[in-house]
């Protein structure tokens, strides 16, 4: 099921719990569409102010027309779902408007933490930067290989930078009475921010790949011999 | 698997199945051993630049064979040890990233100076959650061989659902849900708290009837909650005590487009052992929930009023 929102466009039907209201259209004159709810529609066309009477009846029956299909469609998907209760049965996987990919920008956020720390009644730039690069490792950790740790490594490297940088704002925003707890959240941070550093530095120096290097060699060695012995298999 | 270790000379794999290391012997020249633990043999052959041409030959073809197959292994060993080792530094990524984010959750929680926005009048006498809460629910699952209880962690949001949250932890304080079993494991929610008997919400003893809260809903870029408002088919105020949990696995119930938006009060997520949700079903029961923190932002509590 989708879900309810705004498209651009003349009507906009959604569910069978449809919804559409007042856009300005591109000649710049308010456009009432329909209201359809579940049962019983209303169905309105505008009428402009603008000339022709007779380019507005064409328009206005056109209008209708529309409304008048969509309606029927409304009613079909209504009366075709055999029970309006839960759970909803599904209805067509990709969008039902072009429109909806706009609306819904990147993956859904199912990290609880997330949707938590995005809740909070706060508006401060400079901590959601640091937020943001932390939250991005689960991402870079996604990714498969040598490459993920290089991720990482910037992620923290940029949420050190926004911190440093941003850690006066930071702490300006913090309320009075949490001032000395705040203070010490961020050193903890910083703090915390470095280790992180240095577990993903350390990734270089375990020596393991130039071991490998070492073996390959000796097997291309090797290999060489046993051609060259051919009484061997 | 066992540790690379190095050892004087040429190459040094090391494993349960190989083993092929360089030593010098009493007169001074190398000798390559070779040792096969896992094929039952063990080969031994010399290399020396005297002696023997055609006894050369055969024990150095041996020896080639054997130590091709042993490097082969080895370097297959040495690039699992090597995943092995990048695994160890991305496993100590994590928690370190979670320990960091709980901190700028923590700052990020302390610019919030006090309650941001007044709830209406005709709620203002209602159990409030000016801020958040956190509480344990221990659930005890049964006829399930991998798992018997769970503690499910959840927080509770009341900058953006005050009147819901409120309702819900006042109930909690009054024992209302312990004991209560799951009522509804679909796959799609997992749903608790109806009473038993005829009422299908909580009874307040102050009035003898069911206690309501309205519907409250935070949109994102207001100030403050709306009340009361759905396009839902049910009575927009008819909430009481029953309670369910969005698992946010089927594809039909997507984060942030899904039909629920809306339509239902959000008031708190599970941020431990949420994955357990899902194998919650009907007839397990809760056996307690308990506030563990916040308890002190519960406004206007009413289980303190002994009936």
Not at chain 2, 209 to 222: A, H, N, W, Y
Request: proline share 6%.
């Amino acid at each position: 099921m989708a879900a309810l929102l705004s498209a651009p466009g003349r009507f906009s039907p959604v569910s069978p719990f449809a919804f559409c209201y007042v856009r300005k259209a591109s000649d710049g004159l308010p456009r009432r569409v329909g209201w359809m709810r579940s049962l019983g529609h209303r169905c309105t066309a505008s009428c402009s102010t603008r000339g022709d009477r007779g380019e507005e009846e064409r328009k206005r029956s056109f209008d209708l027309k529309d409304c008048a299909l969509t309606a029927a469609i409304a009613v079909g998907l209504v009366t075709g779902i055999p029970h309006l209760g839960w759970p909803a049965h599904a209805s067509p996987a990709g969008p039902v408007l072009p429109g909806l990919s706009v609306l819904i920008s990147g993956p859904p956020i199912k990290d609880p933490g997330v949707l938590l720390r995005n809740a909070l009644p706060i508006n401060n730039k400079a901590i959601r930067e640091v937020q943001k690069p932390l939250e991005d490792i689960s991402e870079s950790l996604k990714v498969s290989g040598v490459k993920a740790l290089d991720l990482v490594e910037r992620n923290v490297r940029q949420a050190s930078r926004a911190l440093s940088q941003g850690r006066e704002l930071i702490m300006a925003s913090v309320a009075e009475s949490k001032k000395q707890h705040g203070e010490d959240l961020v050193n903890k941070l910083v703090v915390g921010l470095e280790e992180l550093g240095r577990i993903v530095e350390q990734r270089d120096r375990d020596a393991v790949a130039p071991k490998q290097k070492e073996l390959l060699n000796y097997v291309g060695g090797f290999l060489k011999q046993l051609h060259e012995h051919a009484r061997l298999f | 698997m066992a540790a690379l270790l190095s050892a004087p000379g040429r190459f040094s794999p090391v494993s349960p199945f190989a083993f092929c290391y360089v030593r010098k012997a009493s007169d001074g020249l190398p000798r390559r051993v070779g040792w096969m633990r896992s094929l039952g043999h063990r080969c031994t052959a010399s290399c020396s630049t005297r002696g023997d041409r055609g006894e050369e030959e055969r024990k150095r073809s041996f020896d080639l064979k054997d130590c091709a197959l042993t490097a082969a292994i080895a370097v297959g060993l040495v690039t699992e040890l090597g995943r092995i080792v990048e695994q160890r530094d991305r496993d100590a990524v994590a928690p370190k990233q979670k320990e960091l984010l709980n901190y700028v959750g923590g700052v990020e929680e302390d610019m919030v100076d006090g309650f941001p926005y007044e709830v209406p009048e005709e709620y203002k006498d209602m159990p409030l959650l000016k801020g958040r809460a956190t509480v344990d629910m221990k659930v005890k699952v049964k006829d399930n061989p991998n798992v018997q209880d769970c503690v499910f962690r959840i927080v509770l949001d009341g900058y953006n659902a005050p009147v819901t949250a409120g309702n819900f932890v006042d109930l909690v304080e009054r024992h209302f849900y312990d004991g209560m079993e799951i009522q509804r494991a679909d796959g799609f929610v997992v749903q608790t708290g109806d009473p038993e008997g005829p009422a299908e919400g909580f009874i307040d003893p102050s009035t003898e009837k069911v206690r309501t809260i309205p519907l409250e809903i935070m949109v994102v870029g207001d100030k403050s909650p709306v009340y009361g408002a759905t396009l839902e088919e049910f009575e927009n105020n008819s909430a009481s005590s029953q309670v369910f949990w969005l698992l946010k696995e089927s594809e039909l119930t997507p984060s942030n487009a899904n039909i629920l938006d809306g339509r239902y009060a959000v008031f708190g997520y599970v941020t431990e052992n949420e994955g357990y949700l899902a194998d919650l079903k009907v007839g397990d029961v809760v056996e307690s929930i308990q506030v563990v923190s916040g308890l002190d932002n519960l406004v206007n509590p009413s289980y303190k009023i002994v009936g």
